[in-house]
């Protein structure tokens, strides 16, 4: 056999690897069930084939979690399948996530962990947005989210796109205590994500400024412009007005040089 075929192998002597990057597969399909996949392959045959390793007489799927669930469960005998033999099992990961990483219907969290993964492996991130494709900060940012505490986690969704995963790996490094990261979210809730991101960012991980900004927000004193006119606001008592004044001067001149 080659080191890369493709061809048509027995349902029976696939098993999912550990590799498969896909955990939460209903994530990005909340509109589109596994039973439509599967009556769309029924209608039209299946377009893509799946990727499988080769171990001795089995076969472990990496890429194409949902297309084999829905072959099995209309009954296939048989599923078209590219076979690998020549990948180790860096490799396998890294092919599942090369396969998803670019889909927004990619689970946040399965990101995350398969990112980790790679870094654990190569121990770079120049490595890792070598072989993702993704850019170092942005690796970052979905490896932040495996710190946010479980309950959170559980919140994410594809529905809230790139910026609610921008605000929530902000809440796990400005907040890294897990107990805080859900204060936190309280105080944050309800606003838009850019607002929310620079609550985060000015309460600069202190848990009674992030409260009296969400006073100034309430209030209508707090927008995206980093609350202007914060001397002459009433919240804010006179022991602090000096340092979140100071806060706010420190994000002004950040976000300049952006």
Known sequence: ????????IPISKITISDLNVRKNLD?????????DLAESIRENGLLNPITVIQKGDLYELVVGQRRFL????????????IIRDDISDADGVTLSLIENVHRADMHPIDKGRAL???????GSYKRVSKESGLSTPTIKRY???????????????????PAGVGTLSALAEIFPNPE????????ISGFTQKIQLQMLKQSEGD????????????????DIKMCQGIDKC?????????QISSMIDKVERASENL
């Open 143 to 161: 490896m932040s989210l495996l710190n946010l505490a479980p309950s959170i986690q559980e919140k994410l969704s594809t529905r809230d796109g």
């Open 234 to 242: 009433p919240l804010i008592p006179d022991e602090l007005r000096g």
């Open 207 to 222: 848990l009674s400024i992030l409260g009296i900004i969400r006073g100034l927000a309430i209030s209508g004193e707090f």
């Open 180 to 187: 805080d990261q859900l204060i936190a979210l309280e105080y």
């Open 70 to 81: 829905a072959c099995q469960s209309i009954g296939f005998d048989t599923i078209p399948a």
């Open 27 to 35: 994530a990005g399909h909340e509109d589109s069930s596994l039973d």
């Open 1 to 8: 056999m080659t080191m890369m075929e493709v061809k048509d």
């Open 116 to 122: 980790q993964i790679l870094y654990d492996t190569y």
